[in-house]
């Protein structure tokens, strides 16, 4: 859900131009009477600022709810993107907005159901991050609870949380009888996977919803897994860095890459080779290193897909030798249908169906 706010002017003396003042990082305090037992964390607000003034009218903050105090009625929000002489919006959407939050004496606005204009899907729309309304990927599922759990490479590993958003199909899958939804998903993520970067946006889209819903939206933060030399050699796109840019912004988390590969490991080709899952993950261990800021309290580790998490596992014992106690939550786009990691089929089975 979206909330818009409104802020006159006059009051307070709060005009566009004292809003960097006005936050505490990347935080902002707003005054919440309205709805505020309905507000969750994690959900977007816009802040319009009107009155009699020498500035424009129009959203000059936007960002997530970060903190709710029902007894100050107060609501803290995480600022993704603000500005302190122009609008963010467009002098129609600022219109717009203004003709939302017309009504006097208040400030808190639900977001008109009537703003949400489906895009045609395709690749453009992902690029300009429509896929909110997108009737497309808002229909694709998510992992839900209970339906997955972190597989075997991860169990000596310490973390706060595994969080797929996805349920992909690896080319050899035990089910047979998946859903039409979750093949779709998969040819989607292949295109990803073959470079089509625009769909970066709706699988960090997917991958925050999940956070969300679970109460995981803060992090110092956002770490992506290191591309290998080969790969960046070749120009290959890094998927999991334009995921946690992504991510970044979503979360108003800053993206740092703290992991680096300092040779090149295939896990495919290894696999091809014969070599275990114990061997790769040595071989990827000696030539990962890490550089982690003493800052780096809770982080959030951004994978594209885990199929039995040896490349998370060793990125975290990285992370771990370097800050034994950051806090680390694991989050990928997709998790591969294999048997370790599932504990309930209905999220991809065309024979069983969720509750």
């Known amino acids: 859900m979206r909330f818009l706010y409104k802020i006159h002017s006059s009051y307070d003396g709060f005009r566009p131009r004292v809003l960097p003042n006005r936050m505490q990082g990347r935080r902002l305090l707003l005054g919440w009477r309205h709805y505020i037992d309905v507000v969750e964390k994690g959900w977007e607000c ?29 609501v803290s929000l995480r600022v993704r993107e603000h500005s302190a002489d122009r609008p963010l919006t467009s002098p129609e959407i600022s219109a717009r907005v203004a003709q939302a939050v017309a009504p006097r004496y208040r400030q808190v606005f639900i977001w008109p159901d009537a703003w949400a204009v489906a895009p045609l899907c395709e690749p453009k729309a992902c690029k300009a991050r429509e896929c909110g309304n997108c009737e497309t990927w808002t229909r694709l599922p998510l992992v839900g609870a209970g339906e997955s759990r972190p597989p075997s490479r991860l169990r000596w590993s310490s973390y706060e949380a595994v969080v797929p958003a996805h349920w992909i199909v690896p080319s050899r899958c035990y089910e047979t009888r998946i859903r039409a939804e979750v093949w779709d998903l998969t040819r989607r993520f292949t295109a990803f996977k073959l470079g089509e970067m625009a769909y970066a946006h709706p699988f ?12 995981l939206l803060d992090f110092d933060y956002v770490v992506p897994i290191p591309l290998s030399p080969d790969k960046a050699a070749k120009l290959e796109k890094h998927r999991t ?16 890459e703290m992991l680096d590969l300092v040779s090149s490991v295939s896990k495919r080709r290894m696999q091809a080779g014969g070599y275990t899952a114990a061997q790769f993950e040595r071989r990827y261990a000696e030539a990962l290193v890490a550089e982690v ?32 106690d950051a806090v680390v939550v694991v989050a990928t786009a997709g998790q591969m249908i294999v048997k370790e990691a599932v504990v309930d089929e209905r999220g991809f089975s065309r024979s069983h169906k969720r509750r």
């Open 293 to 324: 800021p003493s800052d780096a309290g809770r982080l959030l580790l951004v994978d594209d897909v885990m199929t039995r998490g040896s490349t998370a596992a060793q990125a975290l014992r990285a992370i771990r030798s370097r800050r034994r």
């Open 241 to 256: 860095l334009a995921l946690a840019e992504e991510l970044g912004r979503l979360l108003a988390v800053d993206v740092r």
């Open 46 to 74: 816009w802040v319009y600022f009107h009155g009699p003034h020498r500035f424009e009218n129009g959203v000059y903050a936007k960002g997530i709810v970060d903190g709710i105090d029902h007894e100050a009625g107060e």
């Open 204 to 215: 960090a889209l997917a991958m925050f919803e999940q956070l969300r819903q679970r109460e």
